[in-house]
């Protein structure tokens, strides 16, 4: 059995990055556990890893759940559970996608660093052995909440302030104000 040394990337302005190592027998669900935990996610979304190459294009998906809805379906899904690491990810510079929250989208970049033969005697797997950066606080579930909440985030995230007023320094306050503009 080998350990796999995997840089984990968030998509970002900043340079936001775990090393997490892994037993190359675990499995994809045990590395999105450890990925969650080391962003300070939640896990309450739903993720996919995506087998990718050398220019980032999505290859073969490995979801969280098999929500594979026609029986007869040509590609088999892969299910993060059911497939172990070293079956997909064997050579160093393998690329992957991971995708976790598809509503507020939060995308991984992750490299097979290196590959160590003999693990840690003492150590528990996965662990992470580096960080660098903080990643943002991650945004509410919408589906958990209430209406005024929900209608509350979507104006913060288009740039209005909390109370509602757009910030960009519009002059009219009201209607009033616009009728003793003219």
């Keep these: 059995m080998s350990i796999y040394k995997f840089r984990v990337l968030l998509e970002s302005d900043e340079d936001i990055f775990r090393d997490i190592e892994i037993k190359s027998t675990q499995n994809?669900?045990?590395f999105h556990e450890i990925i969650v935990a080391a962003f300070g996610f939640d896990?309450?979304?739903?993720?996919?890893?995506?087998?990718?190459?050398d220019d980032?294009?999505?290859?073969?998906?490995?979801?969280?759940?098999?929500?594979?809805?026609?029986?007869?379906?040509q590609e088999k899904v892969m299910v993060m559970a059911d497939t172990i690491i070293n079956t997909q990810a064997n050579c160093v510079g393998t690329h992957i996608l991971y995708a976790y929250d598809f509503l507020n989208m939060s995308n991984f970049f992750i490299e097979l660093m290196e590959i160590k033969v003999k693990e840690d005697k003492d150590g528990f797997y996965p662990k992470v052995v580096y960080t660098q950066g903080e990643p943002p606080v991650q945004k509410p579930?919408?589906?958990?909440?209430s209406e005024e909440e929900m209608a509350s985030e979507l104006l913060k995230d288009a740039g209005f302030n909390e109370d509602g007023d757009d910030p960009s320094g519009d002059i009219f306050e009201g209607f009033d104000d616009f009728e003793n503009y003219q």
């Design 56 to 73: 980032w294009d999505k290859g073969q998906e490995i979801t969280l759940f098999d929500m594979q809805i026609e029986e007869d379906q």
């Design 141 to 145: 579930n919408l589906a958990e909440m």
């Design 43 to 53: 896990n309450s979304q739903m993720a996919s890893f995506y087998m990718s190459n």
């Design 28 to 30: 994809f669900d045990d």
